[in-house]
C-alpha cells in the first residue's frame, strides 16, 4: 500500500501503563507490516525536540488516536490534555478517536469518551481477560476493519467532470477581464448564517466557516437562502472540505419535484461523482453526507426527510427557513435551521481582495502598498454605490454574484456611441441581460422585455404602489396590449419574468419586483425617455431627496440621461437648503471663540513605528459591520421628525446624490457643470456647518450644553458609587462638550470628501476649492487627494497653516486628516519624520517617555 494511504495512528496513554502499550504494539504489528498505519507515540521523541510542541503536531496529523484508558489515564493531567484535543479533533477533522479499555475505571462518568465505541467489544476491560493475548487480538480484530474503512474511503476519488463542476462559479466563470477562467476557490469567501431555533426564531449569526468546524454538532442542517444568495456555491465549498475530512458528501439536485425514491437519487449520484469500483452499499453509510440542494422543488417533502433519516449526517438546501411544514414535528425539530446573510463590509473587502488579485499574481507583494490599498478603496466605493449603501441601507443584495458581476461588468464596460448609460448604470443593466438570456430570450426580444419593464415600473409608481395583485397585474397587462404590440405570447412573457425571478409573485401571490435596483432602474429609465412630460414629477423627486425612493431615482435618472435638467434643478435645490447661512469657511476671525479652546481638544498624535495599517484596516472595519448591522432598518425618512432634522436629512441625502452624479458622470458632463454641482453641493455642507457653529457660538447655550453633560456625569457617577468633586465634574463637562463640538466639525468636513470626492475629480475638485481659497475649501481639498489619491502633499500643507487666516481649529482637523492617513497607509521612515517636523504631531513613541 503506499504510504499516501497509510494512515497514522496516535497513541495516548498514562506512562504507568506502558507496558500495556508495548503488549499493543506488538500485536498490531501486522497492521504495520501491511503497510496499513504508522503509529507514534512519545518515546519516539528524539532527544532536544520541544515536547509538547511535537506532540501536539502529531495529534494535529493523526488519522485514529487511540485513548488508552485506565485509573492512571483519567488522573493524569497531561492525558486528559491530550483527550481533550483528540475530542477537538474528532470534532473539527472527523478523526477517528477510539477508546482502548486497560482496567476497571470510572470511564463511563466522562462525558466525552462514554459517547464513543469502545474497545474490546462493549468496554470490556483488557485487564479482564484470563488470557491477554485472547484481549489484544480482539482489539486487532475491531482495530483492523475501521482501518480498511476509513483508507476505502479516502481512496475514493471526485471524478473530474465532477471535480469542474465544483470549481465552477457559472455566470462568474468568464467574468474576470483578465483571468482567462475564475473558479471558486479563486474567489471563496465564507458567508455569515443567521441561526434559528427549533421554532424558527432567530437566535444569532454564526459563520458558515464554524458550523463546518462544528458539524459534528449540527449533524442535519437545513440552509435557506434567496435567489442568487450563493446556496450552490455553498454546497460547492461544503462538499470540498466534508470530502477533505474523509467524509462522502453526495450532491442531489432535481429541479423537476424530486420524483422517484432519494435513496436511488443519492445512489446515482454516487456513482457520477466518485471514480470507483466500489458500491455505496459496500462502503456503508455511516459518513455519507447527502447534500439535497434546490429542496424547496420537492414534491413531497416529508416523505423525503423520512428515507433521509437512515443517513446520520444530512445538508438540505431550501429557498426560504419556513418551507418546511410537516405534520411530524420531530423531523422538523431535528434539524439545525440556517439562513445565509448578505455580505458584512468586512466580507466585501475579502471578496474584493481576492478579486483584485487574480488580475495580478504578484498582487500581496506589490512594492508600493499604497497602489494596492488605492484599487481595494477604488472598488469598494463602486460595489457600496452599487449596492445603494451610500443613500440607504442598500437596494441590491450584497450577495458576492452581485458584487462581482457589478466589478466584472464595470472592468469590461464598452458601450456604443448612441448609448448615454453610465458605466455604474451599465451594470445594473447588464444584471438584467443576464437574468433574460440565462432563461433563453433571444437578443431580438430583449428590448421587448425591457419596454415592458418599463412601462410597468411606471405604472406602479404612479399607482404609489409596490406590488399588484393577480387582477390588478391583469388589468396592466391589458393596458399594455392596447399601447404597445407584443411580439411574444403573454405566457411566454409572465413565465420568463418570474423563472428570471425580476417580476415575480410571492407567498401571498402578490407580484412586485424581486429586488428595488429594478424597479428603480426601469422607472427612472421612463422617467428619462419622458423627461419633457414629466418635469413636475422629476422636480418633485428632487425637492424630497431626503426619502431614499426619491433619492434613488434621481440617482438613476443620470444613469439613463444626462439631460441639463436634472443638474439645474438639483442645484436650485440646494442653494435653497440652509439658504440663511453663508458657506462657512473655518477662518480665524469665524473660530476665534472656538480657538482659544483649542488646547482642550484631542491631540492628534501619530501611532507607534509599529504601526500596521492591514491590522488598523481590519478594525475599521469591524467597526463598519456593526453601523451597518445598526442601520440595516433605518430608511431615514420619519416625517414626524421636526423641521430642522428633515431640513438636515435633505441636505445630506441631496449632496448625496449631487456626488453620485457627478461621479457617474466625471467623462461626459462639461467642466463647468461639474465645477457647479461639485461647489452646489461643498456649499450645502458648509451652510449646515455654519447653523452649527452660530448654535454652539453664544455663551448661553455653551452654559446650557455643558450644565447637560454635567447632569448626565454626576448620574453616572452616582449609579457607579464614586464621589468626583463637582469642580472636576464640571472640568470634564467642558472638555467634552468642546470636543464634541470639534468632531462634529470634523465629521462634516469629512462627509463632504466622502459624499463628493473621486479620483475621476480632481482637477475639478482643486479648481473649486483654490478658487474659494478658505481654510474649509482646502481642507476638503486635501482630504480628497489623501484618500481618493493616496497624495500627501506635506510641503503645500505647511504653507498653508501658517498663513493668517487658518484657525486652530482648521489646523488640528488637518492634523487629525493626516494621523488618521498614516494609520490606514504604508508611509516609509523618511516620509515619517517629515510628518513630525514639519507639522510638529508627535508619535506615541515620544508621549510615553515624556517626563511627567
Not at 420531530?330 to 435551521?337: D, M, N, P, V
Not at 429609465?525 to 422636480?539: M, P, R, V
Not at 475599521?620 to 448591522?629: P, R, T
Request: aromatic content about 10%.
Amino acid at each position: 500500500m503506499s504510504e499516501t494511504n497509510q494512515l497514522k495512528l496516535f497513541i495516548s496513554y498514562s506512562h504507568k501503563d506502558e507496558d500495556r502499550i508495548d503488549e499493543f504494539r506488538k500485536h498490531t504489528a501486522p497492521l504495520k507490516n501491511n503497510g496499513l498505519i504508522s503509529e507514534w507515540y512519545d518515546r519516539k521523541i528524539m532527544a532536544g525536540q520541544n515536547f509538547r510542541k511535537t506532540i501536539g503536531n502529531n495529534l494535529e496529523d493523526a488519522d485514529i488516536i487511540c485513548l488508552f484508558i485506565s485509573a492512571n489515564f483519567l488522573s493524569s493531567t497531561e492525558c486528559l490534555k491530550e483527550k481533550n484535543e483528540a475530542i477537538k479533533l474528532k470534532k473539527k477533522k472527523g478523526v477517528s478517536v477510539i477508546p482502548v479499555i486497560l482496567s476497571d475505571c470510572g470511564w463511563l462518568d466522562d462525558p466525552d469518551i462514554s459517547p464513543l465505541l469502545a474497545i474490546p467489544t462493549d468496554g470490556n476491560p483488557i485487564a479482564n481477560f484470563e488470557d491477554s493475548d485472547v484481549a489484544w487480538t480482539c482489539v486487532y480484530k475491531e482495530l483492523r476493519p475501521l482501518i480498511l474503512k476509513i483508507i476505502s474511503i479516502r481512496q475514493l476519488k471526485i471524478s473530474n467532470e465532477f471535480t469542474y463542476f465544483l470549481q465552477s462559479t457559472e455566470l462568474l466563470t468568464k467574468a474576470h477581464s483578465q483571468k482567462e477562467e475564475v473558479l471558486l476557490e479563486h474567489i471563496f469567501v465564507y458567508p455569515e448564517l443567521a441561526k434559528y431555533d427549533s421554532l424558527r426564531e432567530y437566535e444569532k449569526k454564526e459563520s458558515s466557516e464554524k458550523v463546518l468546524d462544528n458539524f459534528y454538532d449540527h449533524a442535519r442542517i437545513l440552509i435557506a437562502g434567496e435567489n442568487q444568495s450563493g446556496k450552490t456555491t455553498l454546497c460547492k465549498k461544503l462538499y470540498l472540505e466534508l470530502r477533505r475530512k474523509n467524509f462522502i458528501p453526495i450532491y442531489v439536485s432535481d429541479k423537476n419535484n424530486f420524483l422517484g425514491k432519494i435513496e436511488n437519487k443519492i445512489s446515482e449520484a454516487f456513482s457520477h461523482q466518485y471514480d470507483n469500483e466500489t458500491s455505496l452499499k459496500e462502503i456503508g453509510i455511516d459518513r455519507v453526507v447527502p447534500i439535497i440542494d434546490d429542496f424547496h422543488f420537492a414534491k413531497n417533502k416529508e416523505k423525503i426527510i423520512q428515507a433521509l433519516t437512515r443517513y446520520h449526517y444530512q445538508i438540505i438546501i431550501v429557498d426560504d427557513i419556513f418551507s418546511l411544514n410537516f405534520r411530524d414535528e420531530k423531523l422538523t425539530r431535528s434539524f439545525k435551521h440556517f439562513k445565509i446573510e448578505e455580505f458584512i463590509p468586512s466580507q466585501r473587502n475579502a471578496l474584493i481582495k481576492k478579486w483584485r488579485q487574480l488580475a495580478d499574481p504578484n498582487y500581496r507583494g506589490l512594492s508600493n502598498e499604497n497602489s494596492k490599498y488605492q484599487g481595494i478603496d477604488r472598488t469598494t466605493e463602486l460595489v457600496d454605490a452599487a449596492l445603494g449603501k451610500s443613500i440607504g441601507s442598500g437596494i441590491m443584495p450584497a450577495y458576492p454574484f452581485f458584487i462581482l458581476t457589478v466589478i466584472g461588468t464595470y472592468e469590461t464596460f464598452t458601450k456604443s456611441l448612441s448609448e448615454e448609460i453610465t458605466s455604474q448604470g451599465h451594470c445594473y443593466q447588464a444584471l438584467i441581460y443576464i437574468y433574460l438570456i440565462k432563461q433563453g430570450v433571444k437578443n431580438d426580444d430583449i428590448d421587448t422585455y425591457v419596454n415592458f419593464l418599463t412601462e410597468l415600473a411606471f405604472y406602479l409608481y404612479e399607482k404609489k404602489k409596490y406590488e399588484l395583485t393577480v387582477n390588478e397585474f391583469d388589468v396592466f397587462m391589458s393596458f399594455y396590449k392596447g399601447k404597445y404590440n407584443l411580439p411574444i405570447s403573454e405566457k411566454t412573457l409572465r413565465s420568463n419574468l418570474q423563472k428570471t425571478n425580476i417580476f415575480s409573485p410571492d407567498g401571498f401571490n402578490n407580484y412586485s419586483f424581486s429586488y428595488s435596483y429594478l424597479y428603480f432602474f426601469f422607472v427612472a429609465k421612463y422617467f428619462a425617455e419622458h423627461l419633457d412630460d414629466n418635469k413636475e414629477a422629476i422636480g418633485y423627486i428632487i425637492n424630497n431627496l431626503h426619502k431614499n425612493d426619491n433619492a434613488y431615482i434621481a440617482i438613476f435618472i443620470s444613469h439613463h440621461s444626462k439631460n441639463i435638467f436634472l443638474l439645474k434643478e438639483i442645484i436650485r435645490i440646494a442653494s435653497g437648503l440652509f439658504e440663511k447661512y453663508t458657506p462657512f469657511g473655518l477662518t480665524r476671525d469665524e473660530l476665534r471663540f472656538f480657538d482659544e479652546q483649542a488646547n482642550t481638544i484631542a491631540q492628534a498624535v501619530l501611532p507607534g513605528t509599529d504601526n500596521i495599517p492591514e491590522r488598523e484596516r481590519e478594525q475599521d472595519l469591524l467597526a463598519q459591520d456593526q453601523i451597518e448591522e445598526l442601520n440595516e432598518n433605518d430608511e431615514l425618512d420619519n416625517e414626524d421628525d421636526d423641521e430642522l432634522i428633515r431640513e438636515l436629512r435633505r441636505s445630506i441625502k441631496t449632496v448625496e446624490v449631487m456626488g453620485t452624479i457627478i461621479k457617474n458622470r466625471a467623462g461626459s458632463l462639461e467642466r463647468d457643470k461639474l465645477e457647479d454641482v461639485f461647489e452646489a453641493g461643498m456649499n450645502v455642507h458648509l451652510r449646515v456647518l455654519q447653523s452649527f457653529i452660530e448654535l454652539v457660538k453664544t455663551e448661553e447655550n455653551q452654559q446650557d450644553m455643558v450644565a447637560f453633560i454635567l447632569s448626565r456625569l454626576q448620574l453616572m457617577e452616582k449609579n457607579k458609587g464614586k464621589a468626583l468633586s463637582d469642580s472636576k465634574l464640571e472640568k470634564l463637562s467642558k472638555i467634552i462638550f468642546w470636543n464634541m463640538n470639534f468632531f462634529t466639525v470634523f465629521s462634516i468636513i469629512d462627509k463632504i470628501i466622502h459624499s463628493l470626492g473621486s479620483d475621476k475629480l480632481i482637477e475639478i475638485i482643486e479648481t473649486v476649492c483654490d478658487r474659494k481659497h478658505t481654510p474649509a475649501a482646502f481642507l476638503v481639498k486635501h482630504g480628497i487627494l489623501m484618500w481618493y489619491s493616496k497624495n500627501l502633499q506635506i510641503d503645500d500643507v505647511t504653507d498653508r497653516i501658517k498663513s493668517d487666516d487658518f484657525s486652530k481649529i482648521a489646523e488640528n482637523i488637518l492634523r487629525h486628516r493626516i494621523v488618521d492617513h498614516y494609520r490606514i497607509h504604508s508611509i516609509g521612515y523618511r516620509e515619517r519624520q517629515k510628518i513630525e517636523h514639519a507639522l510638529n504631531i508627535p508619535s506615541k513613541k515620544l508621549l510615553a517617555h515624556r517626563p511627567k
